[in-house]
């Protein structure tokens, strides 16, 4: 796997062939609250040029705006199939995880290293990368969602049986 910091474009086209006939993450959801709107502006243009088809859902301005709301349109578009993954900016990315992790079937990592990004995706299925706008530049969130997008799940028992169990947690409330 190709975790160099050489662009998504490449990091995908390399992963891409080592993975021939297995689904590919094309279209992404970004949303943002005020605090991460620079930011999700900025990871928009470089995902459209990347070649991603991209479901932008918001917000759309640097007016205040509350990131539990942008959690939950992140977890909607995934949940309907609208988007593979998702990008969830706020200004530490902290509550903006939270909030997206309050939705069933939603695995939202921050993460503000590329070894969370491919892990969290390799062993925990995330499917929504958190960032922190006011923690990280552009450059390393870039470098972030390359290996994000690059990853796939393994699918190893152990992390199943660990799936089953946040699952069964999820479904019972506890």
């Not at 999700?40 to 991603?52: C, D, H, I, N, S």
């Not at 902290?94 to 503000?112: D, E, F, S, Y």
């Not at 796939?152 to 799936?163: A, V």
């Given at each position: 796997m190709l975790y160099a910091t050489n662009g998504v474009s490449q990091t995908i086209a390399a992963y891409s062939r080592s993975h021939e006939g297995e689904d590919i993450v094309k279209r992404v959801a970004l949303a943002a609250d005020h605090a991460g709107f620079e930011l999700?502006?900025?990871?928009?243009?470089?995902?459209?040029?990347?070649?991603?088809e991209i479901v932008d859902l918001g917000t759309s301005n640097r007016e205040p705006a509350d990131y539990p709301d942008f959690a939950r349109a992140i977890g909607e578009a995934l949940r309907e199939g609208k988007a593979e993954r998702g990008i969830l900016i706020c200004g530490s990315g902290?509550?903006?995880?939270?909030?997206?992790?309050?939705?069933?079937?939603?695995?939202?990592?921050?993460?503000?290293d590329t070894y969370s990004a491919h892990q969290g995706v390799e062993h925990d299925d995330?499917?929504?990368?958190?960032?922190?706008?006011?923690v990280i530049g552009e450059e390393l969130a870039k470098e972030l969602i390359s290996v994000f997008l690059a990853a796939?799940?393994?699918?190893?028992?152990?992390?199943?049986?660990?799936?089953a169990k946040i699952q069964a947690m999820e479904n019972d409330g506890s």
């Open positions: 999700k502006e900025r990871m928009t243009t470089f995902l459209k040029e990347a070649g991603f902290v509550g903006a995880c939270v909030a997206a992790n309050k939705m069933k079937n939603i695995r939202a990592g921050l993460c503000h995330i499917n929504v990368l958190c960032l922190g706008s006011r796939r799940f393994t699918g190893e028992e152990r992390h199943m049986r660990r799936l």
